[in-house]
């Protein structure tokens, strides 16, 4: 590693040689000139700081090994270099202490052999000396090694801090708005993927879980954008590369599309439960056009799947995938925002939550994988399609439900790769 961060700071000093031999041509008098010479005095600092960044790291790692030879004190005592050859040093002390201490336990076990069917007081007097000789010995390696972490531990210190001093305060270092961004980009992408993923797993709570799976996709969808944003100040100055701007974005879009999926899967239900009421209800049941092109539509619906649902129309689909976005700039969005945190924050919401939890027979046989509202219209679903044998397409509903929940999971989970401080939780 210091070799190459070595070879980095050649060429950067090579470069930073070129554009002042090319700047200070005297010939070249003109407004390009005076224009390339002004922008080359801004651009040849920052190179040098680079130059200067990589050289010191590359004196603190080091690009030889010296070694020093010697015996154990010889080795204690030398003076340190770089981390290199310092890290060389430990690892030859902590070798020898290695071979010190394998001698001595095997001439403890050779003794203790011995012990055994010694017969004689002098004897045994004797090979219990030489067991107690290996344990100093041991004792001794061990002693060693820790001096050998010592001295490995003091060299790395060393080369971190030569390391810290050269980019504390250079011409590359992040302004204060730059260090802030980048902080609030982190801070920001952290909490949309937890209250993402979050906003998934109360939906099923009764009552109050549409309301806090609401708040909790609105925030993440806030802070998401945000955090794409600071990303793409960041990005506008340079202190950011085009895959953190393209993580940022896809985050974002990931966060809403999740949700969208969820609204699909909801939307779904709704328009199934809807038909089954209207050809429950209707008055010529079985021979009636609208019953007949409901039943025909519940069929397709049930069928086919989700790739049916994903196949209405292009503008119906495009709405409702945006529809998680467009809550954000519009008026009714944040009245909606508003009305879930009035049933969140209500006692009697959590104490209707508590009974229906109960009355349905605890947590365990409450939990869904879809959220309260799409829960209540399978089970009403469930019942009035027993009504209509006829409908097979109907079997099909509550998969296709599920899957079209299980994607939004997917897609929102998916958030938790793409933020690094999240990313360990896989």
């Given at each position: ?308 649902v994903l196949s209405m129309t292009p503008k119906e689909l495009g709405k ?107």
């Amino acid at each position: 590693m210091g070799k190459k961060l070595k070879k980095t700071a050649e060429e950067l000093e090579r470069q930073v040689k070129n554009l002042k031999a090319i700047s200070e041509v005297d010939s070249w008098d003109s407004e390009a000139g005076r224009e390339f010479r002004k922008r080359a005095e801004g651009s040849t600092g920052k190179l040098e700081a680079a130059r200067k960044r990589y050289a010191t790291a590359a004196a603190a790692l080091g690009d030889t090994v010296v070694d020093v030879g010697g015996s154990y004190a010889d080795k204690v005592h030398a003076s340190p270099t770089d981390y290199a050859s310092d890290l060389n040093r430990a690892q030859q002390i902590a070798d020898q202490a290695l071979k010190e201490a394998q001698a001595a336990e095997d001439d403890k076990r050779a003794a203790g052999t011995k012990l055994a069917d010694a017969e004689d007081d002098s004897k045994k007097k004797d090979l219990e000396d030489q067991q107690k000789a290996a344990d100093d010995v041991v004792k001794a390696a061990q002693e060693k090694i820790e001096e050998a972490k010592r001295i490995r531990d003091a060299a790395a210190k060393r080369a971190c801090d030569a390391i810290d001093e050269v980019i504390s305060d250079d011409a590359l270092k992040d302004g204060f708005w730059d260090s802030l961004l980048d902080d609030l980009a982190d801070i920001t992408g952290t909490i949309a993927t937890v209250c993402g993923v979050l906003s998934l797993m109360v939906g099923w709570i009764p009552v109050i879980g549409q309301a806090l799976a609401g708040i909790l996709g609105t925030i993440a969808l806030v802070m998401s954008l945000v955090g794409f944003i600071c990303t793409a100040v960041l990005y506008m100055r340079g202190n950011a590369d085009l895959m953190d701007l393209g993580e940022a974005a896809l985050g974002f879009l990931m966060i809403g599309v999740g949700k969208a999926f969820s609204k699909l899967a909801g939307k779904y239900a709704g328009t199934v439960l809807k038909r089954l009421t209207r050809m429950k209800s209707s008055k010529t049941p079985g021979i009636g056009k609208a019953f007949k092109r409901d039943r025909q539509k519940l069929n397709k619906l049930g069928s086919q799947g989700f790739t049916k649902v994903l196949s209405m129309t292009p503008k119906e689909l495009g709405k409702t995938m945006a529809s998680p976005f467009t809550e954000l700039v519009t008026k009714s969005g944040w009245k909606g925002f508003a009305d879930n945190a009035k049933t969140v924050f209500n006692p009697s919401s959590w104490r209707g939550a508590k009974e229906a939890i109960t009355a349905n027979g605890g947590v365990a046989k409450s939990v869904s994988l879809v959220d309260a509202e799409v829960a209540a219209s399978l089970k009403s679903i469930k019942p009035m399609a027993a009504n209509f044998p006829n409908i097979p397409g109907l079997n099909g509903v509550k998969t296709t439900v599920n899957v079209l929940t299980g994607i939004g999971y997917a897609v929102t989970g998916g958030n938790i790769y793409l933020d690094e401080n999240t990313r360990p939780a896989l």
